[in-house]
């Protein structure tokens, strides 16, 4: 995990050398590099490494069961809650594939830019054997598409790059080598808004959808007791 804040932007960017599984530690790590950006005020750029963006929680953790996998769900949809509200813009540079809880992160940032690939990009999670938490399923109706909410979510379409702006997963998306810099674009863009506006019109807008989640994430960790 790398993070490094300039000119106002703060580009948060996730390698773990092989396909950036959300564990306790990048999740851990991921809310350490939002509180910097935080502390300084900076729009943030989250970004994975090329060919993939995140496969999504650590499969070992979350089938093993247990204490471990009930706090590993609630610290990645409390991260997910965290980036909804964020007091500044949340861009995502989508390097690659995204699924399941990574499908739930591009849904929570403000603007997201997906590589042109054959790339997979969706909630996996019906497919491989897990009921969809309630936390991603109120997370999924803020922002998906009404015409792709139940494919997605209850049968567990997977898109390619194009097909995720249709679906809401993405807001566009550009050649894999301009993604760095068109990402950059349009963070710069945003940080040029006024931010304490922003802050307040994002949860103006988005109270109804964050009360729903914190409700959803409560009966999540509760039924995992």
Sequence with gaps: MECTIEDGIATIAMDDGKVNVLSPAMLTALGEALDEAAGAGAVVVLAGRDGVFSAGFDLKVLTGGGEAARAML??????????????TPVVVACSGHALAMASFLLLSADYRLGADGPF?????????????????????????????????VVSAEIYSPEGAVTAGFLDEVVAAGALAEASAAVAGRLAQLD????????LAAR?????????????????LA
């Design 74 to 87: 609630r610290q990645g949809f409390e991260l997910a809650h965290r980036m909804l509200s964020f007091p």
């Design 120 to 152: 997979k990009i969706g909630a996996n999670e019906v497919a491989i054997g897990f009921p969809v938490p309630r936390a991603a399923i109120e997370i999924c109706r803020q922002r998906l598409a009404t015409a792709h909410f139940s494919r997605a």
């Design 195 to 202: 931010l304490r506006a922003h802050a307040r019109t994002k």
């Design 207 to 223: 109270g109804p959808a964050l009360d729903a989640l914190r409700a959803a994430i409560e009966e999540d960790d509760a039924a």
